[in-house]
Each structure stands twice: as structure tokens, then as C-alpha cells.
């Protein structure tokens, strides 16, 4: 197996193709980069702009290039020895006329060799599904969109097909007859009875009528593409036949003004394997399983094992050549059995690099018995995040954003209350498909057939709600420990809230333990079975959607914590809770992916790092937004009910600014409009006081207008200036935080992952902020001129950098010198010991040590942090200002080191010094020099 040293990111779109990337492999290579780390690269819905919505996991998206591209990045990335990570998608695939699988099934039902591959409700034991697959995908109000001609019939040599804007769903080939057959005489009358032509069509007539629907497979097929064929023949070379269609086309489609005019083609609608419906309506009547709630991404039934191998044909092959040599995994927890899917892709795969997109909860430990490498990373991140973040300034931040806000909110509670709002508003419908099969199993057996729909509903929602996690893993092989502790913590929970329907309670207990009674038959078993594992596959799209899609834009108290698995509740992480995370990664998931910024964080790792000083300076940071606040309330829109923006906007607008604040001048104006977008999308996802479902453009305008007025630059602009002071200082020590984070990043267990783009600054905030394209050239220039002053005169080079920060070559240098000093010495960082280090001395608390140890290798990692406390701005915290602060080294360790950073040596006595060893740089890489 191939484990990458460091992965890079790439995101690939129409704007940054194979042959974009093959320009930067060179780089990626002499930056010191492994392995490239690829965004889904199958072909996806048109215009995509990330590739997580496939059409067509077994071809190439044309749109990134052609083979031919790709087969030359492929080369020259081997040519370089860098391997392949790619990200694949196999929960879900695009609800999208590009797919041409769902099409199929859109087009013949049953009959459709594709029937069984998309997890719609016919396959599943409830649901009625009689008016068909839901069609989500209206702008409007179906009558709405019918009555203003927007939904329209057309014909091509494709056949029959209803168009919505770019949307284009098949029509069955039952309907072809009622639109053959209207005004049918016209035409005999224009043609002849007898016309050679006319008695064409009506023999496709006889054959659309007799085509049993029971015929599937290959014949069926060739039916249908022979009668289809004779058809656009006839339309093709008969202009009365062409104009007959035309005409039935047109009256068909209807003339807005006139809503009778439209039953013909709302007729036609109703005959359809699909339902055309207003997008909302997703929220609250589905039957197809999405990704999370987006209508547009339908869930595939990967557990079917036919549907597996076809989906993953192009994966394997590209495996075999030894194009891939690693996957990582797309949404884990939606699968129906996570485990059976990743043996049977370990077993497909073979011995190759597996992670998996696995979001943990800080107290939470993966499954064991996963053939994997581990994930892909959110868990370092929000440690590594959180030993930057001051845990004894918690009481003190609480008050603050208390008083501020107006607002003394229990993040407990709020967990309940916006998992409870996703369901009431996004997920209704989702919640009634369980509440139906919990009743049909309900009504099996004596102690259940009381049960309403109503209260088991009830019940179920409250134990849904109350999971800490977001999924357990039970399956045909029975309950886990870790699974029966949550089942039972959550039942406990919901008992409290709901006493009077404890006998549901026991209900859903006993079902989800598998605790089954002895008479039922093994087809009760297996429902009883399959109905666990669908709740299993609701729960986790419930915590993303309520958790960090809602209440990470509600708690705002310190917004660097509100991470992809983060805890804002828990206010940073001590040192030894960092260690003791290390040294369990050592022992456990080695080869992890470690990550600092992905396509999915709400900010980038250079606004957390920035943010993450305010926790420092509590008082200070009163001050200020109190002061703020009072010259901008001048700004504020003022709606009859409410002051725009609120205060707790408010409060989260002043630290996406400070976070995010460009460092160049010419970048203020886009900055804007990103805030602008950031702030409107935060303020949606919210729900508080408008939403995606239902915008309040009151609001939205409002606050949009208060950003204009607070963010335009000029002596005139007070608040502008005393920003400005507080964010260049919060900034200042940001950068240390950040170099802090890049050594920490690269030197821990596991595979460090590099974000696009971040080996500078990244003040990116959240998507689609965080997908801007990334300007290579300036880059690869940067590290050209980095490695050619390093060689000639490494510490004049370091005293630049620090003295000129904002470039973000700074980061960019340390970057590259880890990676480089990490090259000579790659199986002690990929499987080396880890030791935490004792600091001692007047700063001990703001120093973080541990050493590397394999055979006589062994390295010695120094990383700063809470810096406000030891140096004023302006000052570098180098050398004595450290003063008597030193790391205390174990025994039997050498005493002659050379700092992989600036190439210094450093001799040692038992102690490390902290000024000795930070005299030219802010962190430290020591590598032993002797055995």
C-alpha cells in the first residue's frame, strides 16, 4: 500500500481542467506534496462547479478534458512519483435529464433495467408511491408553472420528452398514444386512409398498444427503440405527419392566460412514473432518499451488490492501471451499511489508501473493524483548532456574548430545538416514511397494535433528535457496545421529555436492539432489521443539517469553533487532551488524513487562527464591540419588529471581519461583496429571521445595507479606523497562530492534507468562498524565489518574511522546509513514536513540544501559541523573549540537532531552551544529527 507523506487538494471544475493541473505538478512535487488529493472527476451535471452531483460515475467529466488530458496529467504525475487520492461519491448522484440511468427509470418504471438502483420508495416495504417519484424540481407552484407555460411537451428523435427551463424528464411510452391519438382524424383527412405514411403511424399505434408491460429487459428495449425510431422516421420525412405533431405539440403545451387550455399536458403529467412538484415540497412529502435536503441529489442503493459493482467499474479499472492509488469516501454515514460497502470495496480495491469523510464527535471513536486507514481529517482539525482557543476564558466569554446579545442560550437546548426545527420544516416528510414503517412493524405484534401513528411518530422524532452522534452502525451482524450505550442514552433522554409515551419508547428501544420476540417469522426479523438501518441513515443528515448547518450560525460566542465535528460548546482543548488525541491516533488510525481547511469548513484556517486570539483577550474584546456597535447603530435598518441586524448578527459579522480582513489593499472591494454573500447565506442557514425555504427580503436588504454603510473606507468612517487598529493587531498574532498550526499539522500522526491555495493565506470563508479559483503562477513564482534566497542565506531570507508577513510567503517557507526536512526522515514521521514534552519555566503554557522516535531517528517539534500573553505587537516572539521557558527532554536523547526549518544547529543538555531554539523563526522542526 502507497500511504501518501502530504496530500493536496485540487478542486476541479470547467475552469481548472487536467491540463491546469498537469501545469502544476512540477510545484506540487518541489513543494514537497506526495500525493494529489482529487475532487470527484466523474462526469457530473452540466456547470458544476464541485462534482459531488454525478451523472455518470463510469466516464471522465468531459468538462475538466479529454482522456487524452487526462492520460497526460496521469503521466506526468508519475513521472514526479506523486500518487492519486480520489474522492468518490457513492451515496448519491445528481437528479438531473444528464442521468441517463435515473432517466431510464424516469422513462419505464418498473420496466426499467435500473429499477432497483436509486432508493425511491418502491423499494422499500412502506410508502405509497402511487402518484410517482416525487420531481421536486419546480421554481413555483406547479399550477403556476403549468398555467404560465413554463412546463412544455417537445419532440425530438429521442421521442417524447416535458421541458422545464434546462430540466427534461422522458415522457413513458404509454403517453405517446393519448398525444398520437388527438386530432388523429385531422390527419386522415389531410393524409388519406389509405396513405402508405398514415397507415404507418397506425401501425406504431398498434405496437405502442401492444407493448406488454410486462416485457422488460433487451426486448423491451429494442421495442421501444424500434417504434421510437419509426416514429421520428415518419416526423422526419412526412411534412403533414411533422405538422400534425407540431400542432398537437402546441395545443398540448397550452397558452397562458388560459388555465383550460393546459389539461391536455397536465393529463399527460398525471400518467407519468414521476410527480412534478414545487421544490418546497420536498420538505414535507419525499419518497426518494436525498443527500441531507437537496432535492436535486437522489440516493443510490449502493448495498445492492449489482448496483456496487456498476457504479465503481471506472474506480476499479483506474485502481488496477495504477492511476489511483488511494479513494477517499464521500459521505459514509449515508450508506446503508458502511461496513459491508468498504469490504467490499477493500476486497474490489485491493491493498490500496482508504479514507473516509467520517465526522466525529469529540468524545466519539470510529469503528475498529473498518478495512481503513481512518478519515479524512475534520477530527484533528477541530483538536488542533481547539488547543488555540484559551479554555480558562470560557465563564468570561459566555458573559460577554451574553450582554451583548441579549441572548443566555443553553447550547444543549439549542441542540434539541434546531434538530427539531429541521424536521418540522426540512425533513417532515422523511420523518413520516419512518413513523409509517415503525407502524406497520408496530402492528405485527400485541404490544404494539395500540400504537398510533401520531405518538410513535412523536417518539421516534425525540429519539432521532437526541442522538450525540451522527449514526450508529448496527447491521445483520448485531448491536455493538458503543451503539447500545447511545440507543440507551437516548431513550433515557426522551423518556424524561416525554413520560406519558414511555411504552413507545420501550417500543423503539427493543426494535432498534434487535431485541426481537420469538414467534416472528424471519421476514418480520428482516424488516425489523431494515427499519434500524433506515433510522440509522436519517440520523446523520439530521445532526449535519440542525447542527452545523443551523445552530453553528445561531451560537455564536466564539465562531472559530462552530467546525465540520466541532464542539463550540466545549471552548478549546487543553495540551494534554491534544497529546492524549495524538498518541491515540498513533496507536489506532496512523495513517489518517490530518486537515487544516477542505471544501466543506466554514472558514478557512487563517480566519480561525486570527479569531482564535480573541479567546486571549476577553476585555479587550468587549471593549471593542461595545464601542462598535454604539457608532454603527446609526446604520441599522429598522423594521417593526426588530432592529436590522440583530445583535447576535451583529456579533458574528465582527468576527467574520476580523477573521477574514484581506491584507492587501486591492482586495478590499471583492471582499465586500464575500462578506456580503457570507453574511446572507449565514443569516439563511440560521433560520431565525429569514431562510432558504422562506427569505425575508426585509432582512436580507437591511442587513446588506448596514455592511455598505460600516465597510466603506474614509477618515469619515469611524468605526472604520478602530477596526482597522484592532484587526492589523488580532492579525499580527494570527500569523503565528497559523505557523503554529502548519507544524503541528505536518509533524502529528497521521497524512497531512493540504487545502488548494493554503499554502498561503487562506481567509477564505464558507462555500462557494472557498472554491475561488487559485492563482498558481504566483505561487510557483513564490517558491521559486523562497528556495533560491533559502539556499543563499536562510536567515536574511527568514528576517524578510517575518518582517513582511502579509505576503504569506512566510507560511509558504515553513511549508515547504517541513516537508523537505520530513523527505529525509519519511518513516519516522509516518510511524515514529510520539512523546509529549514537559514545558517549564515562565511561559511554559505557551509553548507545545513532543518528539518523533523511531530506532536512533528521532525529532523534536516546538510550536507557540497564546502569544498575546508574552509579546506586544509589533514584536517577534524570538529568542529572549522566552526568557528561562524550557522544554524537558527523556533521557538517552542526542545532543546535537539541526532545525529542519532554518537549518541552524541546536545543542542540548537534558533541556531544550525555548529562546535558543526560537531565536530565528517562531517554530521549530529539530532532527537528531547523531545515533
Request: hydrophobic share 35%.
Amino acid at each position: 500500500m502507497r500511504i501518501p507523506q502530504a496530500t493536496y487538494r485540487i478542486q476541479f471544475n470547467a475552469n481548472f481542467q487536467f491540463a491546469d493541473a498537469e501545469k502544476i505538478v512540477d510545484y506540487l512535487a518541489d513543494l514537497g506534496i506526495s500525493d494529489i488529493y482529487a475532487s470527484p472527476i466523474f462526469k457530473a451535471r452540466q456547470g458544476s462547479t464541485h462534482g459531488y452531483d454525478v451523472v455518470d460515475p463510469n466516464q471522465l467529466n468531459p468538462e475538466l478534458g479529454t482522456p487524452e488530458a487526462f492520460e497526460s496529467l496521469m503521466e506526468k504525475s508519475q513521472q514526479k512519483n506523486l500518487g492519486w487520492v480520489q474522492d468518490i461519491v457513492p451515496n448519491h448522484t445528481a437528479y438531473d435529464s444528464e442521468n441517463s440511468m435515473l432517466m431510464d427509470v424516469l422513462e419505464n418504471g418498473a420496466s426499467s433495467d435500473y429499477f432497483d438502483y436509486f432508493d425511491i420508495a418502491w423499494n422499500a416495504p412502506y410508502g405509497d408511491i402511487s402518484e410517482g417519484v416525487l420531481a421536486p424540481l419546480l421554481g413555483n407552484f406547479y399550477q403556476e408553472c403549468l398555467e404560465n407555460g413554463e412546463i412544455q411537451l417537445q419532440y425530438d428523435a429521442t421521442g417524447l420528452t416535458v421541458q422545464y427551463y434546462s430540466l427534461k424528464l422522458p415522457i413513458r411510452i404509454e403517453s405517446y398514444v393519448p398525444f398520437l391519438t388527438h386530432n388523429l382524424g385531422k390527419l386522415r383527412r389531410t393524409l388519406g386512409r389509405n396513405h402508405p405514411e398514415f397507415i404507418k403511424l397506425l401501425g406504431i399505434l398498434y405496437l405502442l398498444k401492444s407493448i406488454p408491460t410486462e416485457t422488460k429487459g433487451r426486448e423491451r428495449y429494442d421495442q421501444l427503440t424500434f417504434v421510437k425510431g419509426l416514429l421520428w422516421e415518419l416526423y422526419d420525412q412526412n411534412h403533414d405527419i411533422c405538422q400534425f405533431i407540431q400542432d398537437n405539440l402546441k395545443e398540448f403545451n397550452g397558452t397562458p392566460g388560459i388555465p383550460e387550455s393546459f389539461n391536455l399536458l397536465e393529463e399527460l403529467l398525471r400518467e407519468q412514473v414521476y410527480r412534478l412538484t414545487f421544490w418546497k415540497v420536498g420538505a414535507e412529502e419525499i419518497n426518494y432518499r436525498r443527500f441531507f435536503t437537496v432535492n436535486e441529489l437522489i440516493s443510490v442503493r449502493v448495498e445492492n451488490l449489482r448496483v456496487f459493482h456498476d457504479t465503481h467499474d471506472l474506480i476499479a479499472k483506474l485502481v488496477k492501471t495504477g492511476k489511483f492509488t488511494g479513494v477517499r469516501i464521500d459521505h459514509i454515514d449515508g450508506l446503508y451499511d458502511p461496513q459491508q460497502y468498504l469490504e467490499r470495496l477493500r476486497e474490489k480495491l485491493g491493498d490500496i489508501y482508504i479514507t473516509v469523510e467520517k465526522i466525529l464527535e469529540m468524545a466519539e471513536i470510529m469503528p475498529s473493524n473498518w478495512p481503513i486507514q481512518g478519515t479524512s481529517g475534520y477530527d484533528f482539525m477541530n483538536r488542533l483548532n481547539g488547543l488555540f482557543c484559551n479554555c480558562n476564558n470560557q465563564e468570561r466569554f459566555s458573559e460577554i456574548y451574553g450582554q451583548f446579545t441579549g441572548l443566555n442560550p443553553s447550547y444543549k437546548d439549542l441542540f434539541f430545538e434546531k434538530k427539531h426545527l429541521i424536521v418540522d420544516r426540512n425533513m417532515a416528510g422523511d420523518a413520516d416514511n419512518l413513523a409509517h414503517l415503525l407502524k406497520s412493524i408496530a402492528n405485527q405484534s400485541r404490544e404494539g397494535r395500540d400504537f398510533t401513528l401520531y405518538s410513535l411518530k412523536r417518539a421516534l422524532v425525540e429519539v432521532l433528535v437526541a442522538f450525540p452522534v451522527y449514526r450508529t452502525y448496527i447491521n445483520g451482524e448485531g448491536v455493538s457496545s458503543r451503539d447500545r450505550h447511545y440507543i440507551q442514552e437516548v431513550i433515557a433522554q426522551a423518556k424524561q421529555l416525554l413520560p406519558l409515551q414511555g411504552k413507545e419508547l420501550d417500543f423503539i428501544e427493543k426494535l432498534m436492539l434487535l431485541e426481537n420476540a420469538d414467534y416472528l417469522t424471519e421476514e418480520e426479523r428482516e424488516q425489523r432489521l431494515y427499519s434500524v438501518m433506515r433510522m440509522q441513515q436519517w440520523t446523520g443528515p439530521l445532526m449535519a443539517k440542525g447542527i452545523e448547518d443551523t445552530l453553528f450560525y445561531v451560537y455564536n460566542r466564539l465562531v472559530s469553533l462552530n467546525e465540520v465535528g466541532g464542539d463550540p460548546a466545549q471552548f478549546g482543548l487543553t495540551l494534554q487532551e491534544f497529546h492524549e488525541f495524538n498518541i491515540q491516533q498513533k496507536e489506532t488510525w496512523v495513517h489518517k488524513m490530518n486537515a487544516t481547511s477542505t471544501h466543506d469548513t466554514k472558514r478557512g484556517e487563517d480566519v480561525r487562527a486570527r479569531i482564535n486570539v480573541l479567546s486571549e483577550i476577553p476585555d479587550e474584546w468587549e471593549q471593542h464591540i461595545t464601542s462598535w456597535r454604539e457608532i454603527n447603530q446609526e446604520h441599522k435598518t429598522k423594521l417593526p419588529d426588530k432592529l436590522v441586524p440583530t445583535a447576535n448578527d451583529e456579533y458574528f459579522f465582527y468576527q467574520t471581519l476580523l477573521g477574514a480582513f484581506p491584507f492587501a489593499e486591492s482586495e478590499y472591494s471583492e471582499f465586500i461583496q464575500r462578506v456580503k454573500d457570507c453574511s446572507i447565506k449565514s443569516v439563511r442557514e440560521a433560520k431565525v429571521h429569514t431562510a432558504w425555504l422562506r427569505p425575508d427580503t426585509d432582512y436580507e436588504e437591511g442587513f446588506l445595507a448596514f455592511i455598505d454603510a460600516v465597510m466603506q473606507p474614509g477618515p469619515e468612517n469611524l468605526f472604520f479606523q478602530k477596526f482597522q487598529q484592532f484587526q492589523q493587531k488580532i492579525a499580527s498574532y494570527g500569523v503565528y497562530n497559523s505557523l503554529a498550526q502548519v507544524l503541528l499539522k505536518l509533524t502529528t500522526p497521521g497524512v497531512p492534507d493540504l487545502y488548494q491555495g493554503t499554502e498561503l493565506w487562506d481567509l477564505s470563508l464558507v462555500d462557494p468562498d472557498n472554491r475561488r479559483p487559485v492563482d498558481f503562477e504566483h505561487r510557483i513564482a513564490a517558491l521559486r524565489e523562497i528556495r533560491t534566497q533559502a539556499s543563499q542565506d536562510i536567515l536574511a531570507l527568514m528576517k524578510e518574511l517575518l518582517s513582511h508577513p502579509e505576503s504569506g510567503k512566510i507560511k509558504l517557507f515553513a511549508i515547504a522546509q517541513i516537508l523537505k526536512a520530513k523527505s529525509q526522515a519519511i518513516a519516522l514521521f509516518q510511524a515514529g513514536d510520539y512523546q509529549p514534552l514537559k514545558a517549564a519555566g515562565k511561559f511554559s503554557e505557551n509553548v507545545v513540544g513532543f518528539t518523533r522516535s523511531q530506532g536512533n531517528q528521532v525529532a523534536i517539534a516546538v510550536a507557540p501559541r497564546f502569544l498575546t500573553h508574552l509579546i506586544q505587537p509589533g514584536t517577534l516572539p524570538l529568542g529572549q523573549v522566552w526568557q528561562d521557558t524550557h522544554l524537558k527532554l527523556p533521557s538517552g536523547l542526542p545532543s546535537q540537532w539541526q532545525d529542519g526549518i532554518s537549518g541552524q544547529p541546536i545543542q542540548t543538555d537534558g533541556t531544550l531552551s525555548i529562546a535558543q531554539t526560537l531565536t530565528h523563526f517562531p517554530i521549530a522542526l529539530l532532527i537528531s544529527q547523531t545515533s
